[in-house]
């Protein structure tokens, strides 16, 4: 009972692996500026659209990968439940494909994981047109492997996405939204004092000398962890993280101008506030930095930094991307790495070095 | 048997009391939890040092020995049981905390440091380790790791992938490797979520950051009788509709409420048919208030009764049937094998029914637990291992169970894993070309297939050799044919 659209692409892909020549797989293209260039013929994932599952009481959501997230999120917002991830769009057209191939979380995700801990089950076409599946429908599952969630911010090298399985959680009863003026070094040290405490959190931001603290949860919890936190109340809070999220904040706006690059630091919440040369913005309690660099800069301090706080640095936008846009692997990693490419897709064909180069 | 040339130069990569060969001495390891299967190992080693298991390894991938990883060796499912030609890994002496970081809510351990060990050092300052297998008090976080282990609060707070930051270890070749990082995310593919739940097929893990979550100030269980197993399922599913996840969601039938009472006597109701134990944690008035809402939709499903734990003894109490439901069974059955299949919720009322009738059938008892939230069952199967052919008759119904949790869309195991004691259902639940993948998988770090062989994923020659069919998504082949 595969799809007719599955048969053609399974053919496509064994054409392309015959040929050896890449596939660009693409959802919207809401992402085509994250990671490398995207190369080869294009694989349009879109008409392989639609809700194939959703019974609120059992948490789970299924659909094909070429649904639009925000008729998933408005789907779920009917049934009162949502992405806990708050995946970005980066744009009207963005699928569900590829909001998991990309992997990319917003503003909750400290608090409520990321996309991966969320996604439960995927259905494959791996780089021999083999349509597989991983995982399932259900909250808990281990047999086998969790190539469901390896597939998740694997950028398309692995497998083309036809069905994903995600969780779901109730949308929180009350939201809440403080503001602090602070400095960087003060933001960090309330963020990680905060975040050992039962304080409802749901998403931090602190930018130009202002922190702003989400609270979400039941209406007394919310209540009390606002007197807590102290600050004072923020009206435009909703639309603050909206911008957060889409990075349409003036931020993000201005980091991503001509001659700019944006970076993202992912490190241990704890590390200490450093001039990296630019302007930032800090999420996630401290655990994500972003920084707005000249296009230019050299992004060798930046790498060592974000290793040394046990993390990475991704080039997110703009920017030389021929020096890479995600932190090298070590040896053994790459070796892992490569391997677990050529069993997917032996021939190279899928997002040709999307990811990194030979991949 | 080793080798001796290859015994004496692994021999002297460790002391002498950390090498075991004597069959009094590896007797000790011949099995895990799942003790229906018993192997003596050719050698027992217990390196207390990452470079000791590096040179360990790298020995036995230049002699092609398997290697089996072992923590405490509580699991269920038989991963831990030893190779006969090969050396068991304990890594027993691992059980250093490295660190407690209350800052950035990390915990550094060694793989050997006990579940619970964590939470009682982190409670200085607040905070615990969420996951919580019945086995806490014994099970290492290093095979917490290896089975994604789960336990009765995974709803709310997850499973060991969802709480686990970093794990570094060591690759057959003996090469070092750390999958995750101190950040959120980590750069390339996910091998953390790969490692977690691969049942020490894929690296020996030497050490493992987690993560801490703030101590919740209150905790309050009620317990709800019904007089019809599916109204109690329907409950459980009310309750999620209704937006709430409560900390844990627990259903036990008749039969395992029975056994606990007369075991912990936690004055359980002995005429209800099912019961269920829904928990609300928070800060006092956020439980007040999910409490209130939980109580009206157990109402609104038909409970015939509903008790709220009025202090942490009875929240304990109530807590305490539950959590020996094992042993419990264990009491009045001579033997009995405990099943992991996860269903989706909404089929419980018919799979409890198609239990009954396997029951029925098999002519063995059977007594149900069941995380209801996340719809992880675990059936009971009671019989004696003395009566002729009954252990027979149990793995066959226990067969029927997980083959019925495939049929209506769940997995054959929510938790315990799949290790020994259900290869065969792999070969039914995957295809063969999904089969083939995962062991290409194994394959990129394992190229030899040393460590931990036969467990977890099955060669396809296997498969046919059980002559298993496979059922997917529901569909049976020969849709027409009655089974049983």
Redesign the interface.
């Given at each position: 009972m595969t799809d007719a659209v599955v048969l053609g692409w399974q053919q496509r892909i064994r054409d392309a692996a015959a040929s050896g020549r890449p596939l660009r797989i693409r959802g919207g293209g809401s992402k085509d500026f994250y990671g490398q260039e995207p190369v080869g013929e294009l694989l349009d994932t879109t008409p392989l659209a639609g809700i194939v599952d959703y019974?609120?009481?059992?948490?789970?959501l299924t659909a094909r990968a070429g649904t639009p997230l925000a008729e998933v999120e408005r789907v779920l917002a009917d049934a009162?439940?949502m992405l806990a991830f708050e995946p970005p769009h980066f744009g009207p057209g963005a699928t569900l494909g590829g909001t998991v191939a990309a992997?990319l979380s917003g503003p909750r995700?400290?608090y409520a994981?990321?996309v991966?801990?969320l996604v439960l089950g995927t259905r494959i076409l791996?780089g021999r047109g083999?349509?597989?599946?991983?995982g399932?429908?259900?909250?808990?599952?281990?047999?086998?492997?969790?190539?469901a969630?390896?597939m998740?911010?694997?950028l398309g090298t692995?497998g083309v996405l036809l069905e994903i399985s995600l969780k779901c959680?109730?949308?929180p009863?009350a939201v809440t939204v403080r503001v602090l003026e602070c400095g960087a070094a003060e933001s960090l040290r309330l963020t990680?004092?905060w975040?050992?405490?039962?304080?409802s959190l749901a998403g931090t931001c602190h930018v130009d000398g202002r922190l702003v603290v989400r609270l979400a949860?039941?209406?007394?919890?919310v209540?009390?962890a606002a007197a807590r936190i102290g600050g004072s109340a923020w009206p435009e809070g909703d639309a603050l993280f909206a911008s957060l999220r889409e990075q349409t904040h003036p931020f993000f706006a201005a980091a991503g101008g001509p001659g700019r690059a944006l970076w993202r630091l992912?490190?241990?919440?704890?590390a200490p506030y450093a001039d990296l040369g630019g302007a930032q913005l800090i999420e996630?309690g401290g655990?994500?930095r972003w920084l707005d660099l000249d296009a230019g800069a050299d992004p060798q301090p930046l790498r060592a930094w974000?290793a040394s706080?046990?993390?990475?640095a991704?080039l997110f936008r703009g920017g030389d991307k021929a020096a890479g846009v995600?932190?090298p692997?070590d040896e053994?990693?790459l070796g892992?790495?490569r391997?677990?490419k050529?069993?997917?897709d032996p021939q190279g064909i899928l997002n040709r070095g999307r990811?990194?180069p030979g991949l | 048997m080793l080798d001796s040339a290859v015994s004496s130069r692994l021999a002297a990569l460790l002391p002498p009391e950390a090498w075991l060969t004597a069959d009094e001495d590896t007797r000790a390891y011949e099995c895990d939890g799942l003790t229906l299967y018993r192997t003596r190992p050719a050698a027992v080693a217990l390196p207390e040092t990452e470079a000791q298991v590096v040179a360990i390894l790298r020995q036995c991938h230049q002699a092609r020995i398997p290697v089996v990883a072992r923590g405490a060796g509580t699991g269920l499912s038989g991963g831990a049981t030893p190779d006969a030609g090969g050396v068991l890994l304990s890594l027993a002496k691992f059980r250093r905390i490295l660190a407690i970081d209350p800052e950035s809510q990390t915990a550094v351990v060694q793989p050997g440091v006990r579940n619970l060990a964590i939470s009682e050092a982190a409670a200085a300052h607040g905070l615990y380790y969420a996951p919580d297998p019945s086995s806490q008090i014994a099970c290492t976080i290093g095979g917490n790791v290896a089975e994604n282990a789960g336990g009765v609060h995974c709803l709310k707070y997850g499973l060991t992938v969802h709480n686990v930051r970093r794990v570094r270890g060591v690759l057959i070749d003996g090469s070092t490797v750390e999958f995750g990082g101190d950040a959120l995310d980590a750069p390339g593919y996910d091998l953390l979520a790969l490692i977690n739940g691969s049942e020490g097929l894929l690296a020996v893990i030497t050490e493992v950051t987690v993560k801490l979550t703030p101590k919740p100030l209150l905790a309050q269980v009620a317990l709800a009788s019904f007089d019809d197993v599916g109204r109690a399922g329907l409950a459980v599913s009310a309750v999620i509709g209704a937006g709430i996840v409560p900390a844990g969601l627990e259903m036990m039938d008749r039969a395992a409420t029975r056994a606990v009472e007369a075991f912990v006597h936690a004055n359980y109701p002995l005429d209800a048919q099912a019961i269920l134990l829904v928990e609300s944690d928070g800060t006092p008035e956020e439980v007040a208030a999910e409490m209130a809402e939980i109580k009206r939709v157990l109402a609104a499903s038909g409970a015939t009764a509903i008790r709220v734990s009025t202090d942490e003894k009875e929240r304990l109490l109530l807590w305490s049937g539950r959590k020996a439901a094992f042993p419990a069974v264990g009491r009045i059955a001579a033997d009995y094998i405990c099943m992991d299949g996860t269903i989706p919720r909404r089929t419980l009322p018919q799979v409890l029914a198609r239990i009954d009738e396997f029951s029925h059938r098999f002519g063995l008892a059977c007594a149900n637990v069941f995380h209801a939230g996340d719809g992880n069952l675990h059936p009971l199967i009671m019989f004696d291992a003395n009566v002729a052919e009954e252990a027979e008759r149990a793995e066959a119904f226990g067969a029927a169970i997980l083959e019925l949790c495939i049929e209506v869309g769940g997995t054959i195991t929510g938790e315990h894993g799949v290790g020994i004691e259900k290869i065969r259902q792999m070969c039914t639940q995957f295809r063969p070309d999904e089969l083939t993948s995962f062991l290409g998988v194994k394959a990129a770090f394992d190229e030899h297939g040393l460590l931990n062989p036969g467990k977890a994923v099955p060669t396809l020659h296997r498969c046919a050799e059980f002559g298993k069919m496979h059922v997917h998504r529901g569909a049976l082949p020969h849709p027409e044919l009655p089974r049983f």
């Open positions: 019974d609120p009481t059992e948490l789970v009162g439940q992997g995700r400290p994981g990321a991966r801990d791996d083999t349509e597989l599946a991983f399932g429908r259900v909250m808990k599952n281990v047999a086998g492997f969790d190539v969630r390896l998740t911010g694997a692995l959680q109730p949308l009863k990680c004092g975040a050992a405490q039962p304080l949860g039941a209406a007394p919890a209540a009390a992912a490190v241990k919440p704890t996630w655990a994500l974000a706080h046990g993390g990475h991704t995600f932190q692997l053994t990693l892992l790495h391997r677990l050529a069993n997917f990811l990194y | -």
